[in-house]
C-alpha cells in the first residue's frame, strides 16, 4: 500500500514538473547589433524569414535555424540613409519601408526584404507612419496618404500611377472590385493638425486612373487600434448594396453611392474607463457588440444616449425599423450579443481591451534624463453587469438575470446552452428560458477570478487571473486546471493559448491538457507567437530566440 | 479643329481680360478648357522650366498628362496614363502640376478632366 502510494506520489510529482518546464529552445542567435525593431513574418510557411534591426543595421534570418540570410548597414542599402527612425514591414509584398526623419525632408527608402536590395528612395513623402502606407496586394502598389494627396505607387519600381486630392485623410479598410477600390478614409493618429479640411468619406476609385467614381459620408470615427493596427469596423459588398459596419451600420448603393439606410449611432467608448498615466495614444474596444446579421433581420445596438440603451431590430434589406426594445438602464458596455432560438441575448459590461502608447520623460538623480515608451494592451472590467434576453418576435424583454451584478466574463452559445462566468462560477443557462442548467463554483480551480471563456473541443476554458482551466461542457465539471502567473491572454493558435506577464514572462498552455512551457524573458523582451502557435521568437538585446511551445 | 480654332481665340481672350481684372474666368466648354490648360502649361515649359535637364538630356522623352479639374480650377487627380520618361521624371513631371490652380474655373459641382501631351525636348 506504502508502496502505490509512494509511486502515484511520484507520478503526480512527476507529471507536474513535466507541466511547468521550461520551453526548450530551438536556437539562439546574437546579432552584431542591438535590437529596436523587430519583424516575425506572419504568413504560413516552414521556409519563412525575419529581421530585427537596430538604427543603423539590419538582419534578416530564417525562422527555420536563425541563420543571416543578409546584415547591412543602412547606409550601404540606400546612401542617402544614415539612421533610421522608423520602419515599416509589408509582409505581403516581401518589402519594408525605412524611415530617416530630417526635418520635413524625411527619406524614404523601399527594400527587398529576401535581398536586402534598395528597390527605389525618395525625399517626398514627411511624417509617413504605418497608418498612411497600405500594401494593395491585388495590384501589387502601395498606396501613400499624405496632405498632399493619395498617391498609387508600383512596389517595385517606385512609379507613380496617379496621384488625387479628392480623397482626404488615409486608406482604412478597402474592397478590391476588379479596377475599383472601395475605401473608408480616417485620420491618423496624431496627424489631425495635419489634414485640414477632412471629412468622413467612403469612396469607390478608379484604381487605373485615380479618378473618385463617387463618395459619400460616414458616421463615426473609421480608427485603428492604437497597438495591435488592427481596423475596428468592418466593410462588406453584398450585390449592389455596401455594407459599413461602424457605430451600427450603414448602407449604400455600390453603383451610386447613395446611402440607402443607416442604423449608426454616436457612440465614444473612451470615457468608460481613465487612459493610464503618461499616455499620448489610448482607446477603448470592444465595448459595443457589433450587429447581429440573422437572414434578412440586423439586430444593432443603440448606445447614442449615455443614460438609455436599446436593441433595434431592422429588415437588413430595406431598413424599416421593425421594434425597438424597452430602455437597457445605464449600461455603458454591453460586449456581446447573440441571436439564437427566438431570443436576443446581451452581455451586459464584462472586460473591454484598452490600448495605450505611453511615452514620459524621467529625469535621474545626476540630472540626466530617461525616456519610458511602452505599449500596453489591458483589459478592464466595465460595470454594471447582467445578461438580459429580448424576444425576437417583437422585442419584449423575455428574461433578465441578476447573479453576474458583481462580475462577468464573456459568453458563447455552444450546444444550443449560454455559458457564462460570474467571475467566481461557471453558467450554464437556457438562453429560451434564462432557467440554470448548471452552476459551478470555480475556487477549486486555483486560477483566481474568470477573466475570459472560450469554447475548445467539448470543454470551457476558463483564463482566470493566475491560469487556466477547462471544464466539461456537458456537467461543468472541473477537468484541468494549472495555475502560473498574473497574465493576459497573448494570442491563441488553435490548442495553444500564449500568455504574458506585465514583466514580459510568457507561458504556451496547452489547452488538451492545460500543461504549460514558460519562458522568462527580461523586461521589454519582444515575443511573437508563429502563424501556427508551435514555436515563440523572443527578441532582447541582442539576442533572438526560438522556442519549442510544446 | 474648327471648333478649336474659334474657341481658342475666345478662350485666351477672356483669360487675358479676366486675370487683368483679377478674376478667374468661368468655362462650360470641355474643349476650352483643354485648351486653357494645355496653354497654361506651355507657358510653364515656355518659360524655362525644367530647361537645364532638358538641354542636358536628363529630361527626354514623351509623357501623357491627364488632369482632373475641380470647379475652382485646382488640379484634383493627376494620372498618367502613358510614358517613356525615366520614373524619377515621370513622378516629377505629375506632382508639378498636382494641386495647380489655373486661371480659370468651373460651374458649381463640376469637374471636367484634360489630357495633356508632354514631348521633351
Known amino acids: ?71 547591412k548597414a543602412f547606409k550601404d542599402i540606400a546612401p542617402r540613409l544614415r539612421k533610421i527612425d522608423e520602419l515599416i514591414p509589408f509582409w505581403e509584398s516581401n518589402t519594408v519601408f525605412l524611415f530617416e526623419k530630417k526635418g520635413g525632408k524625411d527619406v524614404v527608402a523601399c527594400i527587398d526584404l529576401e535581398t536586402g536590395a534598395a528597390l527605389w528612395t525618395t525625399e517626398k513623402y514627411s ?23 493619395l498617391t498609387m505607387i508600383k512596389a517595385r519600381t517606385g512609379e507613380e500611377l496617379w496621384t488625387t486630392m479628392a480623397f482626404t485623410g488615409a486608406v482604412g479598410k478597402y474592397i478590391i472590385d476588379g479596377d475599383d477600390m472601395v475605401c473608408v478614409n480616417f485620420v491618423p493618429g496624431g496627424l489631425a493638425a495635419l489634414f485640414k479640411g477632412f471629412k468622413n468619406q467612403l469612396a469607390r476609385i478608379d484604381l487605373k486612373t485615380g479618378k473618385l467614381k463617387w463618395e459619400a459620408t460616414y458616421v463615426g470615427r473609421a480608427e ?12 462588406k459588398l453584398e450585390g449592389s448594396k455596401l455594407f459599413l459596419m461602424l457605430n451600427g451600420i450603414q448602407v449604400y448603393d455600390y453603383v451610386t453611392g447613395a446611402q440607402q439606410w443607416a442604423a449608426a449611432f454616436d457612440f465614444t467608448p473612451e470615457g468608460i474607463t481613465g487612459a ?134 464573456n459568453a458563447f452559445i455552444e450546444d444550443g446552452r449560454f455559458y457564462i462566468c460570474s467571475g467566481k462560477a461557471l453558467y450554464c443557462i437556457d438562453h429560451k428560458t434564462g432557467a440554470d442548467i448548471y452552476e459551478v463554483p470555480l475556487g477549486d480551480d486555483g486560477v483566481g477570478n474568470a477573466n475570459a471563456i472560450f469554447a475548445f473541443t467539448d470543454m470551457v476554458g476558463i483564463v482566470g487571473e493566475k491560469g487556466v482551466a477547462m471544464h ?44 504549460y512551457k514558460q519562458f522568462n524573458a527580461r523586461k521589454g523582451a519582444t515575443s511573437t507567437l508563429s502563424y501556427d502557435g508551435a514555436y515563440v521568437y523572443v527578441y532582447e538585446k541582442k539576442d533572438v530566440t526560438k522556442l519549442r511551445t510544446n | 479643329m474648327n471648333l478649336l480654332r474659334t474657341l481658342l481665340p475666345a478662350a485666351l481672350a477672356i483669360l487675358c481680360v479676366s486675370s487683368a481684372r483679377g478674376q478667374r474666368p468661368e468655362l462650360y466648354d470641355n474643349a476650352v478648357v483643354q485648351d486653357s490648360a494645355r496653354n497654361a502649361i506651355a507657358r510653364d515649359l515656355h518659360e524655362g522650366l525644367w530647361s537645364e535637364a532638358i538641354a542636358s538630356g536628363e529630361l527626354s522623352g514623351e509623357v501623357l498628362l491627364e488632369l482632373t479639374i475641380e470647379d475652382k480650377g485646382r488640379v484634383e487627380t493627376v494620372f498618367i496614363p502613358s510614358s517613356t520618361l525615366p520614373i524619377n521624371w515621370k513622378n516629377k513631371v505629375k506632382d508639378q502640376w498636382m494641386d495647380h490652380r489655373f486661371a480659370f474655373k468651373l460651374p458649381k459641382g463640376h469637374k471636367e478632366t484634360v489630357t495633356v501631351p508632354l514631348h521633351f525636348p
Open chain 1, 127 to 149: 511624417n509617413l507612419t504605418d497608418e498612411n502606407v497600405i500594401y494593395v496586394k491585388e495590384k501589387d502598389m502601395f498606396a501613400v496618404s499624405t496632405t498632399d494627396g
Open chain 1, 472 to 515: 466539461r461542457r456537458t456537467d461543468g465539471s472541473l477537468s484541468k486546471s494549472n495555475k502560473w502567473k498574473v497574465a493576459d491572454i497573448e494570442s491563441r493558435h488553435d490548442r495553444m493559448l500564449l500568455m504574458k506577464t506585465e514583466g514580459s514572462d510568457i507561458a504556451a498552455f496547452d489547452l488538451n491538457n492545460c500543461a
Open chain 1, 224 to 235: 485603428r487600434k492604437v497597438v495591435t493596427r488592427d481596423f475596428i469596423y468592418d466593410l
Open chain 1, 276 to 409: 493610464p498615466a503618461h499616455a499620448k495614444k489610448f482607446g477603448v474596444y470592444g465595448a459595443l457588440a457589433q450587429p447581429v446579421v440573422d437572414g434578412n433581420d440586423l439586430y444593432v445596438l443603440d448606445m447614442g444616449n449615455r443614460k438609455s440603451q436599446y436593441v433595434k431590430k431592422y429588415d437588413r434589406m430595406t431598413g424599416k425599423l421593425l421594434w425597438t426594445s424597452p430602455e437597457i438602464k445605464e449600461a455603458r458596455a454591453i460586449p456581446g450579443m447573440w441571436v439564437a432560438d427566438g431570443k436576443v441575448i446581451l452581455q451586459v459590461g464584462g472586460l473591454v481591451e484598452t490600448q495605450a502608447y505611453l511615452y514620459w520623460r524621467e529625469t535621474q538623480s545626476d540630472g540626466s534624463v530617461i525616456t519610458h515608451e511602452e505599449w500596453r494592451v489591458q483589459y478592464k472590467n466595465i460595470k454594471p453587469c447582467g445578461v438580459q434576453a429580448f424576444n425576437v418576435s417583437d422585442g419584449a424583454l423575455a428574461w433578465d438575470s441578476e447573479r453576474f451584478k458583481k462580475g462577468i466574463t
Open chain 1, 1 to 71: 500500500m506504502r508502496a502505490t502510494l509512494l509511486s502515484a506520489t511520484l507520478i503526480v510529482s512527476a507529471l507536474q514538473l513535466i507541466a511547468q518546464e521550461d520551453m526548450t529552445q530551438v536556437w539562439t542567435t546574437r546579432l552584431e547589433h542591438k535590437i529596436e525593431y523587430t519583424g516575425t513574418d506572419p504568413n504560413p510557411g516552414e521556409d519563412n524569414i525575419s529581421y530585427a534591426a537596430s538604427d543603423k543595421e539590419m538582419t534578416v534570418f530564417r525562422n527555420k535555424d536563425g541563420s543571416t540570410v543578409w546584415l
